[in-house]
C-alpha cells in the first residue's frame, strides 16, 4: 500500500509541473495505475487523485483535459461513495459553467462516469444515491431554459441514465416527466427531439400511472392544436414512445388515431409525414389494437402514396404508351425527369412515409392477402413511376413484401383453408403481372443503378413465387437502352435452372438475342453476358450447343488483353496500372473452362488452345484459371496438349522459377507461392500423359525441376497432396 500511494504521489506532483508533456504523461501513467485490478487506495490518495483529476479538467492543454476525464471512468470503482459524490456535485456545477470547453467535457466526464456506475442489481447503494444527486441537478438545468447548450447536453445525460438505470431512478420519475414535459414546446427544435429521446427511455421502466399522465397530456395537447409545430412535436413524440413501448400505448389508441386521422388532411407536408410514421409504429408495435383501425390507415396510405401536387405525369405516360408500342424509344423524357427541381417541394417525405406504412401493414397481415391484392397492389403498380429515387426504392420495398407473403407456405402447419385463399391470391398475382412487367418496362432503362436494382429485385422475387410467369413477357423486358441491359441479361440467367422449367423452349428460341450482347460497347453488359452463358453451358448446354459455332469467335475475342483499357493512375509518389478488360476476360475464361466439361465435342480443341496459351501469359488471376484448365485438359485431350507441349511448357517454367523482388510486401510473396503452386500442378497432370516423357521439352523440364531445390521441393509436396490434384478441382462459375 505504502509503495502504491509513494507512486501515486509523485504522479499527482508531476501533473502540477508547468511542461504540458509533463502533466500529459502523469496523467496517462495514472490511468494505466487506475486501469489495474489490484490497485487499492487509501483514504489520502484517494482524496488527492479526485481534487487532481478535477483540477485538470479545467487544464490549459485539451490532451490533458480529454486524458484527466478517462481516468473517472476506472476511478469510479476505486474510491469510495463520498468521493464519487464529489466528482458528480463538481462536474454537474461545471455544466452551469460559462466556460463552452469546461461544460463539454464536464458532460463527457458524467456520462463517463453513468456508464461505470455498477448495475443497481449488485445491491450498491452508491449508484442510487448519485444518480438522484445527478437527476437533481440536471432537471434544475433543463427546467431553468436559460442556455439552450446547456439544456441539451442535461436532456442527453438524462437520456443516457434513463436508458441503463432507468429502473434506480424510480423516485424521480414524476419529476422527470414534469421537467420533460414543457420542453416538448421550446422554441429550439433540438430541444424538443431530445426531450422526445429521453420521454421514449422513461417509458420503458415508470409506472403505469406515470405513463398515462403522459398519454392523457400529449391527447388533451393534441386536441388543443395551438400550433401546428407543436402539434407536429406531440405527433413525433407519440409515435416515439409507441416504438419504444407499443405495448403499453395500444389501451390509448382508441383515443389516439381519430386525431392523427384528422391531422392527415391539414395541408402541412411534415406534419402528414409524422402522422404516417406514428400509424406505422401502431402498426408494428401494436398490432392487436390497431386493428379496427387498418382498412382507415391503409386507404389514407392509398390517397397519399400518389400526392405529388407539384408534377404532371400525365404526358409521361402517354409517351410511354407509344413507346410500349415502337419499342424504339429512347430515354428523352427520362432526361426531362432529370430537369424537374423543387427544393421546397418535400411531399415526397409524405409519399415515403406512406410506403412505409404499407410495408408494414402488408409484412403483418397475411389474413388481408386477397384485399391487398384488390386495392393495395393495382396502386404501388401504379407508383412504380414514382420520380424520387429514394420514395421509388420503399415503393418497391412494400411490393417485394407483398411477395414474399403470397409466397405459398410449404408447412404441415398450414391449414387447408388458408392455402385455399392462397391459390386465390397466386391467381389475383398472375393476371397483374402484364401490369407489372409494363410499369418496370420504363423503369429499367433508368439512369440510376439504384432503380434498375429495384426492379431486378422485384423481378427476381416475382419469380419465385410465380415461376415461369415472366416466359411470355422476356420480349417486353429485353428492348431499351444499354442501361437496361445488364439488369434484363442478368435476370435471363436466374432463370436458368439445372432441372427441365416450361420456360426452357422459350429461352431456347431468344437466348440468341441475349448472346448478341457479347458485341455491347458496354463493358459491364458484356461481362454480365458472359455470366449469362456460363450459366447456361453449366446449367442448361442444349440452350447453347447449337450457337456455339456463332458464340464462339465473339467468346474468344473477350479473352484477348486490350491495350486501350490498360490506364495508369498515380498514387502519391507511385504508378498503379488498372486493367478494366480484367473482369471480362475473367469472365471468358471461367466460359472456356466451363464449355470443356458440358460441350468439348463442339470445340475445335486447338483453336481452344491457342487461347489458353495467351492466358498462361496474362494477369495472375488469368493465369490461375488457365492453370486449371491445363490439367483438365491433360486428362481430357491428352493427344492435341502433348502436340502442344513445347509451347505450352515455356510459361509454366516462367512461372516456376520466378523470384519475387527483394523488399517485396508479404503479400506478393504469398501470391507468387499460390500461382508456383498452381502451375506446379499443371506440370503435374502434364507428367500423366501417356509418353510425355519422350517430349525433349518435358524432359528439360523435369531435369530442371530436380536440379532445383526450391522446385524440386515444391513438386514434391504438390505429388503428396493428392486432394488438391487438378483432376478434382472446381471452378463452378455458374
Given at each position: 500500500m505504502a509503495s502504491v500511494s509513494y507512486h501515486i504521489s509523485s504522479l499527482l506532483e508531476k501533473m502540477t509541473s508547468t511542461d504540458k508533456d509533463f502533466r500529459f504523461m502523469a496523467t496517462n501513467d495514472l490511468m494505466m495505475e487506475l486501469q489495474k485490478d489490484s490497485i487499492k487506495l487509501d483514504e489520502d490518495s484517494e482524496k488527492k487523485v479526485v481534487k487532481m483529476l478535477l483540477k485538470l479538467l479545467e487544464d490549459k492543454n485539451g490532451e490533458v483535459q480529454n486524458l484527466a476525464v478517462k481516468c473517472l471512468g476506472p476511478l469510479v470503482g476505486k474510491v469510495k461513495e463520498y468521493q464519487v459524490e464529489t466528482i458528480v456535485d463538481t462536474l454537474c456545477t461545471n455544466m452551469l459553467s460559462d466556460k463552452e470547453q469546461l461544460r463539454d467535457i464536464s458532460s463527457i466526464g458524467l456520462k463517463t462516469v453513468i456508464s461505470e456506475l455498477p448495475p443497481a442489481s449488485t445491491g450498491s447503494t452508491m449508484t442510487a444515491n448519485v444518480c438522484k444527486k445527478i437527476t437533481a441537478q440536471l432537471t434544475g438545468a433543463i427546467g431553468k431554459q436559460e442556455d439552450v447548450s446547456v439544456q441539451l447536453e442535461a436532456l442527453d445525460i438524462l437520456s443516457d441514465m434513463l436508458s441503463r438505470l432507468g429502473g434506480t431512478l424510480y423516485s424521480f420519475h414524476s419529476s422527470i416527466l414534469n421537467c420533460l414535459l414543457p420542453q416538448l414546446?421550446?422554441?429550439?427544435?433540438?430541444?424538443?427531439?431530445?426531450?422526445?429521446?429521453?420521454?421514449?427511455?422513461?417509458?420503458?421502466?415508470?409506472?403505469?400511472?406515470?405513463?398515462?399522465?403522459?398519454?392523457?397530456?400529449?391527447?388533451?395537447?393534441?386536441?388543443?392544436?395551438?400550433?401546428?409545430?407543436?402539434?407536429?412535436?406531440?405527433?413525433?413524440?407519440?409515435?416515439?414512445?409507441?416504438?419504444?413501448?407499443?405495448?403499453?400505448?395500444?389501451?390509448?389508441?382508441?383515443?389516439i388515431?381519430?386525431?392523427?386521422?384528422?391531422?392527415?388532411?391539414?395541408?402541412?407536408?411534415?406534419?402528414?409525414?409524422?402522422?404516417?410514421?406514428?400509424?406505422?409504429?401502431?402498426?408494428?408495435?401494436?398490432?392487436?389494437?390497431?386493428?379496427?383501425?387498418?382498412?382507415?390507415?391503409?386507404?389514407?396510405?392509398?390517397?397519399?402514396?400518389?400526392?405529388?401536387?407539384?408534377?404532371?405525369?400525365?404526358?409521361?405516360?402517354?409517351?410511354?404508351?407509344?413507346?410500349?408500342?415502337?419499342?424504339?424509344?429512347?430515354?428523352?423524357?427520362?432526361?426531362?425527369?432529370?430537369?424537374?427541381?423543387?427544393?421546397?417541394?418535400?411531399?415526397?417525405?409524405?409519399?415515403?412515409?406512406?410506403?412505409?406504412?404499407?410495408?408494414?401493414?402488408?409484412?403483418?397481415?397475411?389474413?388481408?392477402?386477397?384485399?391487398?391484392?384488390?386495392?393495395?397492389?393495382?396502386?404501388?403498380?401504379?407508383?412504380?413511376?414514382?420520380?424520387?429515387?429514394?420514395?421509388?426504392?420503399?415503393?418497391?420495398?412494400?411490393?417485394?413484401?407483398?411477395?414474399?407473403?403470397?409466397?405459398?407456405?410449404?408447412?404441415?402447419?398450414?391449414?387447408?383453408?388458408?392455402?385455399?385463399?392462397?391459390?386465390?391470391?397466386?391467381?389475383?398475382?398472375?393476371?397483374?403481372?402484364?401490369?407489372?412487367?409494363?410499369?418496370?418496362?420504363?423503369?429499367?432503362?433508368?439512369?440510376?443503378?439504384?432503380?434498375?436494382?429495384?426492379?431486378?429485385?422485384?423481378l427476381t422475387e416475382l419469380a419465385n413465387v410465380l415461376p415461369g410467369c415472366l416466359a411470355e413477357h422476356i420480349p417486353a423486358l429485353v428492348p431499351g437502352s444499354p442501361h437496361a441491359r445488364s439488369t434484363v441479361v442478368t435476370a435471363v440467367k436466374f432463370t436458368i435452372a439445372d432441372h427441365p422449367q416450361p420456360i426452357d423452349a422459350l429461352l431456347k428460341g431468344c437466348i440468341g438475342n441475349f448472346l448478341k450482347t457479347f458485341q455491347d460497347s458496354d463493358l459491364n453488359v458484356r461481362r454480365v453476358a458472359l455470366a449469362m452463358f456460363n450459366s447456361a453451358a453449366h446449367n442448361k448446354p442444349s440452350l447453347i450447343r447449337d450457337l456455339l459455332n456463332a458464340v464462339l469467335p465473339s467468346l474468344y475475342n473477350e479473352t484477348k488483353v486490350r491495350r486501350e483499357l490498360i490506364r495508369e493512375v498515380e498514387m502519391g509518389p507511385f504508378k498503379h496500372t488498372v486493367d478494366d478488360g480484367l473482369d471480362v476476360r475473367k469472365a471468358a475464361f471461367e466460359c472456356m473452362y466451363t464449355l470443356l466439361e458440358s460441350c468439348l465435342d463442339r470445340l475445335d480443341i486447338y483453336e481452344y488452345l491457342n487461347h489458353v496459351e495467351d492466358g498462361l501469359k496474362d494477369h495472375y488471376d488469368i493465369q490461375m484459371l488457365t492453370f486449371i484448365m491445363l490439367a483438365r485438359l491433360s486428362t481430357l485431350c491428352p493427344n492435341a496438349v502433348l502436340q502442344r507441349l513445347e509451347r505450352l511448357i515455356e510459361p509454366l517454367r516462367a512461372t516456376c522459377s520466378t523470384k519475387v523482388k527483394a523488399g517485396s510486401v508479404k503479400q506478393e510473396f504469398e501470391k507468387q507461392d499460390e500461382l508456383k503452386r498452381s502451375a506446379m500442378r499443371a506440370v503435374a497432370a502434364l507428367l500423366t500423359i501417356p509418353e510425355v516423357e519422350k517430349s525433349p521439352v518435358m524432359a528439360e523440364f523435369s531435369s530442371q525441376i530436380r536440379s532445383s531445390p526450391e522446385m524440386a521441393s515444391l513438386f514434391e509436396s504438390i505429388q503428396k497432396d493428392t486432394a488438391s490434384l487438378p483432376t478434382t478441382e472446381s471452378m463452378d462459375m455458374s
Open positions: 414546446t421550446s422554441p429550439r427544435l433540438a430541444v424538443r427531439k431530445r426531450a422526445i429521446i429521453a420521454l421514449g427511455h422513461l417509458v420503458l421502466t415508470c409506472s403505469g400511472n406515470i405513463f398515462s399522465e403522459l398519454a392523457e397530456h400529449l391527447i388533451a395537447e393534441l386536441k388543443k392544436n395551438e400550433s401546428t409545430s407543436t402539434t407536429r412535436t406531440y405527433i413525433q413524440c407519440i409515435a416515439g414512445i409507441s416504438r419504444q413501448a407499443g405495448h403499453r400505448i395500444g389501451e390509448h389508441l382508441e383515443k388515431i381519430p386525431l392523427i386521422v384528422r391531422y392527415c388532411n391539414v395541408d402541412d407536408d411534415e406534419l402528414r409525414e409524422y402522422c404516417f410514421q406514428a400509424f406505422e409504429s401502431f402498426v408494428r408495435r401494436c398490432p392487436k389494437e390497431i386493428d379496427p383501425h387498418i382498412p382507415n390507415v391503409m386507404s389514407l396510405c392509398l390517397k397519399y402514396i400518389t400526392f405529388d401536387p407539384n408534377y404532371n405525369y400525365d404526358n409521361e405516360e402517354e409517351e410511354e404508351e407509344e413507346r410500349m408500342e415502337t419499342e424504339n424509344g429512347e430515354d428523352e423524357e427520362q432526361e426531362s425527369d432529370d430537369e424537374y427541381s423543387d427544393d421546397d417541394d418535400i411531399s415526397w417525405k409524405v409519399r415515403r412515409a406512406a410506403a412505409k406504412c404499407l410495408e408494414a401493414i402488408v409484412s403483418s397481415r397475411h389474413d388481408l392477402l386477397q384485399d391487398f391484392y384488390k386495392t393495395l397492389s393495382p396502386v404501388l403498380i401504379s407508383r412504380f413511376k414514382e420520380r424520387e429515387e429514394n420514395v421509388k426504392a420503399d415503393i418497391f420495398s412494400a411490393y417485394i413484401s407483398l411477395l414474399k407473403q403470397t409466397l405459398p407456405i410449404q408447412s404441415w402447419l398450414h391449414a387447408s383453408d388458408d392455402s385455399g385463399k392462397d391459390d386465390v391470391s397466386l391467381t389475383m398475382l398472375q393476371n397483374q403481372v402484364p401490369n407489372i412487367v409494363k410499369a418496370l418496362h420504363k423503369q429499367l432503362k433508368d439512369k440510376s443503378t439504384k432503380s434498375r436494382q429495384g426492379c431486378f429485385s422485384l
